[in-house]
Antibody
Framework: QVQLVESGGGVVLPGRSLRLSCAAS????????MHWVRQAPGKGLEWVAV????????YYADSVKGRFSISRDNSKNTLHLQMNSLRPEDTAVYLC??????????????WGQGTLVTVSS | EIVVTQSPASLSVSPGERATLYCRTS???????LAWYQQKRGLPPRLLIY???TRATGIPARFSGSGSGTEFTLTISNVQFEDFALYHC??????????FGQGTRLEI
């Protein structure tokens, strides 16, 4: 069965960096677009970034553009999110999600449980 | 950026009734690239509908999606106890960024 397991969250000071990972299994990882979505406590979902199946295309929400970087290693079935210059408003549960298609226009059919990132001094 | 607006923010129905949730986008969404998700407390979202009207694998037939352009609807007929949750609408137009609505909470 499809599994997505995030790791790398924690408490970090404003301005510092953090790298999240998502280990995927149970499907052809290298054939699907992958996303990061975040959810602040008690709030709705906010899409963060997407990477196409082979890594050629990356897109970001305006709120993280220039600070976050999405990447993938298809040989290791792993998705990453490098987060730099973190701000308190980045505090959220970060979830990785699989796209039904090879890019970003399929809908997100599987999700991980998420990893909590807290940015606080 | 396409702004997604869901209404109402919360909706109260009784089990067995019909619930209708609305999603409006600020621009027309190409190919009806719109999805609906259900989220229960403490769990990740679950894909219900994609392409505005296609049920995802394993989703009961009481969930139906409709609409096109900028106006979309999720209808839950014969609401069951397990359907009380938070519902999200998402547009995934060919031109990112992708955006979610603020959610509609379905309450008993």
């Amino acid at each position: 069965q499809v599994q997505l397991v995030e790791s790398g969250g924690g408490v970090v000071l404003p301005g510092r960096s953090l790298r999240l990972s998502c280990a995927a299994s149970g499907f052809a990882f290298g054939s699907h677009g992958m996303h990061w979505v975040r959810q602040a406590p008690g709030k709705g979902l906010e899409w963060v970034a997407v990477i196409s199946y082979e890594g050629s295309y990356e897109y970001y929400a305006d709120s993280v553009k220039g600070r976050f970087s999405i990447s993938r290693d298809n040989s290791k079935n792993t998705l990453h999110l490098q987060m730099n210059s973190l701000r308190p408003e980045d505090t959220a549960v970060y979830l990785c999600a699989k796209d039904r298609g090879s890019k970003w226009y399929g809908g997100l059919d599987y999700w991980g449980q998420g990893t909590l990132v807290t940015v606080s001094s | 950026e396409i702004v997604v607006t869901q209404s109402p923010a919360s909706l109260s129905v009784s089990p067995g009734e019909r619930a209708t949730l609305y999603c409006r986008t600020s621009q027309s969404v190409g190919f009806n690239n719109l999805a609906w998700y259900q989220q229960k407390r403490g769990l990740p979202p679950r894909l219900l509908i994609y392409g505005a009207s296609t049920r995802a694998t394993g989703i009961p037939a009481r969930f139906s999606g409709s609409g096109s352009g900028t106006e979309f609807t999720l209808t839950i007929s014969n609401v069951q106890f397990e359907d009380f949750a938070l519902y999200h609408c998402q547009q995934y137009d060919m031109r990112p960024p992708i955006t979610f609505g603020q959610g509609t909470r379905l309450e008993i």
